[in-house]
């Protein structure tokens, strides 16, 4: 019982005063379990909502994520809140210093306050979402994660690339995924002068319809570009569902034209220049 009562003593020791706060172990050890019971919520709750809630709504990953992320800010904030009210500090007071220090942090640290602005316009506006596939300052890949300051793409390498959020709002962003997924892949094709431009089509028509992968609605189609220097030019157009698939789509496809052409005796002509040699130079000795 001596060893309680001076491990209370201890714990009840005044470790310093801010203003009519006096701050002892015991605060302290009550504030830090309180933020650790807003993470073990935050946690708990968001395991409920994607077991419970979104498996039957059947939301969109990306709709579930910012759900979640935004719910975690909000019972960290309020778990912050608490702890702070705990200590008998005056939360107007607190208020106005933190404001103070936001326009301090937002001078000193703009780069990373940049992008947390934009992790939070990236939540509620959701115009990139975990899931889309994207291109964004060079990378191309699928959204696995959007969090405070960065987001993680996934490259089709499997390779994770830490991207700035406000890559995502300042700059130029292809979505493949951005409300319809589907996206049309070119196969440009030329062909020899002399060949039949309705075997070509007919012949690019097969192939595209032909890979498991193309959609029938839209169907494929094949245009007549131009007349080239030394082939026709065609281009057979073609809807898939899965963007992160255009890439091998498209050469499967590539593939599957080079043997068509090949059993329909349909030739693709070499690119051909013309070479000028000029005669009579007399070369000077010196």
Not at 46 to 52: A, F, G, P, T, V
Not at 82 to 110: R, Y
Not at 187 to 210: I, M, P, R, W
Not at 249 to 268: G, M, P, Q, Y
Request: aromatic share 8%; proline share 3%.
């Amino acid at each position: 019982m001596k060893s309680l009562n001076e491990i209370l003593d201890v714990l009840g020791q005044k470790l310093v005063s801010i203003g009519e706060v006096t701050v002892t172990p015991v605060l302290l050890i009550t504030m830090a379990l309180i933020i650790i019971l807003s993470f073990a919520a935050s946690w708990l709750i968001q395991r409920l909502l994607r077991r419970k809630v979104f498996a039957r709504v059947r939301l969109k990953q990306g709709a579930q994520e910012a759900i979640c992320r935004i719910l975690h800010y909000v019972i960290l904030i309020l778990g912050t809140f608490i702890a702070i009210d705990q200590t008998g500090i005056n939360l107007t007071a607190l208020a106005a210093l933190s404001a103070v220090l936001m326009v301090g942090l937002g001078i000193g640290l703009q780069n990373i306050t940049s992008n947390f602005i934009s992790g939070l316009i990236l939540l509620f506006e959701r115009p990139v979402q975990v899931g889309d596939f994207v291109e964004v300052s060079g990378v191309q890949g699928t959204v696995r994660a959007i969090r405070a300051r960065s987001s993680r793409v996934e490259t089709l390498d499997n390779v994770s690339i830490i991207v700035p959020n406000s890559n995502f709002i300042s700059e130029n962003v292809t979505n493949w995924s951005y409300r319809d997924e589907k996206v049309r892949i070119h196969v440009n094709v030329g062909v020899s002068y002399g060949a039949d431009v309705d075997l070509v089509e007919e012949t690019l028509l097969k192939v595209g319809e032909a890979h498991p992968e193309v959609l029938r609605d839209p169907e494929p189609r094949v245009q007549f570009l131009n007349f080239g220097d030394s082939s026709l030019s065609f281009v057979l157009l073609v809807w898939i569902a899965i963007p992160a698939r255009q890439n091998f789509v498209r050469s499967d496809l590539n593939f599957a034209v080079v043997k068509a052409f090949r059993e329909e005796n349909i030739t693709i002509p070499f690119p051909q220049r013309d070479l000028h040699l000029r005669t009579g130079f007399n070369a000077t000795s010196v």
